[in-house]
């Protein structure tokens, strides 16, 4: 129940004459044993090829010998590019296990937790018994306590190349970021160290790349700005296209896009950075007035009378249980409705993954928003009949679960509904 067999032993070049006359030609000892200081990165990077079979250098390498109750040592290569496997479920874990330089096991997913599976190394230990099993090794607090250092050890090396080298940090986070987050929801003991190191899309940038720190978009919050915004949606484009964001580019504040999968999932572990709350600009109200930006009141259109409570009463018995409510907004500009949950409700991108991993959800009814400078609403507050405005307000309904990125329910007849409203009145 265990294997045994030898180690790959760093060979070294001729260390020249001995006195006696006779000449050493190579020393056997495994790389990780000698002092970092005696070992060259070409040395590094030849042992990382050896053990992993990749032909790049790795992209950032962690050596370390830990002393005291217990002894060990690290040697962990994050890769340049990722491993074919990350993605696939019946993935190997990179990191060997030996016991005083014998190799005991491979692929021990105890080493290192899943969302650091693309790290490549070895951790050597002093106190392990050399018969361990893969049973004992299941609930030894030896390999507990070697877990804990190394992913401390990773996580601070990552932290330093963050601070001191944000180019190779990017690489890095755009090659494992999205694999990098799920330590979110897998690691929360390690959640004020993993936050920081998060990069996101935002508002301010020129595409979809992730490459905002929470620390820049702190520093970047404008006066009186007390929350952190963001939005998830399902690609880049429909985040950056978002209705829900017209009041925020107005006023010139930044709202940070999420856009993996995995970002509906480890949202609830983002609650809180550097004391100021995350807050969805899908959910509950949107309250910017005591914010300082440079947008001025002249900037900002008048906005045009409209009907108001009335024509928010009678959109809402137009729409019945569909909604759970209808209200004046404070978020749109430019268009005419849109849909957000409560403050309390499911976030309509983690509604739509579960659905998509067919799991059931409890009915969230949705609110919709209204402009009431708009146009459209002015021409609809105008509608004395009664069946085209239920038509109008159906209408104003659909259009909103198309733009956050739902689907119809009844596609067919909201295209008769629009072809009926665009006829010409007889």
Known sequence: DHIVVPIFMASEGAEGQEQSGDEQVNRASALWTRPKADISPTE???????????????????????????EYTLLLFVPTEAPFDLWQRERHHGVKLYVRRVFILEDTQRLLPSYLRFVRGIIDSNDLPLNVSREILQQHRIIDQMRTSAVKKLLGALGDLAKNDATKYQTFWDTFGRAFKEGLAEDPTNQDVLIPLLRFTSTIGDGPAENVALDDYVARMPTGQQHIYYLIAENFAAANESPLLEIFRQRGVEVLLLTDPIDAIIESSLTNY?????????????????IETPATTEDQPEPQPAAGEEVLTRLKTALGDAVKAVRASTRLTT???CLVNDER????????????????????????????????????????????FDDWAQLLYDQSVLSRGDQLEHPARFVTRLNALLAPSE
């Open 44 to 70: 590094y990077a030849e042992f990382y090829r050896n053990i992993t079979h990749d032909f790049d250098d790795p992209l950032l390498t962690i050596h370390n010998r830990m002393e005291g109750t217990l």
């Open 335 to 337: 268009s005419p409705a």
């Open 274 to 290: 550097a004391g100021k709350p995350f807050q969805s600009v899908a959910r509950g109200n949107v309250d910017l007035a005591g």
């Open 345 to 388: 409700d499911l976030d309509p991108a983690f509604v739509r993954l579960l659905k998509a991993n067919g799991q059931m959800v409890p009915s969230v009814r949705p609110i919709l928003e209204i402009n009431l400078s708009h146009p459209v609403v002015r021409r609809i507050a105008d509608e004395t009949d009664a069946t085209r």
